[in-house]
């Protein structure tokens, strides 16, 4: 009854040309969904899109969309990877900001990985990734982002369960860098009992332009064990 989170006592007449607070709305969405298989190939895509018409604040009349596209594919039995790209355009929430004010937010993300089996249970892999996100509303623009993110790392699988794995991670923003490196193992001592261990370092710094005041580097660490009686 109060859909863009308006205070008490507001004027919703003076300052929206309505006399009420609360609204009502109709959206209509069509949908596709596809799946094909060639070979060893893997191909999904997933759309969405839809149509929202509001009876009073017909300002925020707004047309949406959701669409994932992957592909994992393979090249013979040793080297593989996935694919895939999204894009979701919707109208922001007022849940969380006091402006009331028509805000479309767009949100894409593209990623890549490729694994290679190097030995019978060692794997070297690499995952690219980047995500952005851009608002329509002036008032929203600073929320937006951008970030760039790879990974690279070896990995050891045994039939039992055990694992082992070396990473590289790297993170860009126009505000911030980040390098992480992490070991971490699982040794499975009994089908009841596993104990899982890591360790790594992390270096955050600051590209803000601000002289470096938020830069931080230090060292992470974990153990645990999970156990079950039967």
């Known amino acids: ?10 004027d919703p007449a003076g300052a929206l040309g309505a006399i009420q607070k609360s609204d009502s709305f109709t959206t209509t969405s069509l949908g596709l969904v596809a799946y094909k298989e060639i070979g060893i190939q893997r191909l999904n895509l997933d759309v969405q899109v839809n149509r929202s018409r509001y009876r009073r604040f017909t ?13 994992a594919w393979a090249v013979g039995h040793r080297l593989r990877g996935d694919l895939s790209l999204s894009s979701k355009e919707s109208l922001s929430s007022f849940e969380d900001t006091n402006t009331r004010v028509r805000n479309i937010n767009t949100v894409t993300a593209q990623s890549a990985s490729a694994y290679l089996q190097v030995a019978p249970d060692w794997v070297l892999f690499g995952i690219l990734g980047n995500d ?4 329509s509303a002036t008032s929203n623009q600073a929320a937006g982002y951008a970030s760039r993110n790879t990974e690279t790392g ?25 390098d992480n490196f992490d ?3 699982t040794w499975v001592y009994s089908g009841l009992t596993r104990l899982s261990a890591g360790f790594g370092g992390v270096r955050r710094r600051d590209d803000s332009g601000g002289g470096g005041t938020s830069d931080s580097s230090g ?3 974990n153990l645990d064990v999970a156990w079950a009686m039967s």
């Open 1 to 10: 009854d109060n859909l863009l989170r308006l205070p008490p006592g507001f």
């Open 59 to 71: 300002y925020l009349d707004n047309d949406g969309h959701n669409i994932v596209g992957s592909w």
């Open 132 to 135: 952005d996100s851009t608002n």
């Open 154 to 178: 070896l990995r050891y699988s045994a039939r039992a369960g055990h694992q082992l794995s070396l990473s590289l991670r790297q993170s860009r923003s126009d505000l911030v860098r980040q």
């Open 183 to 185: 070991v971490r193992s």
């Open 219 to 221: 060292a992470t660490g």
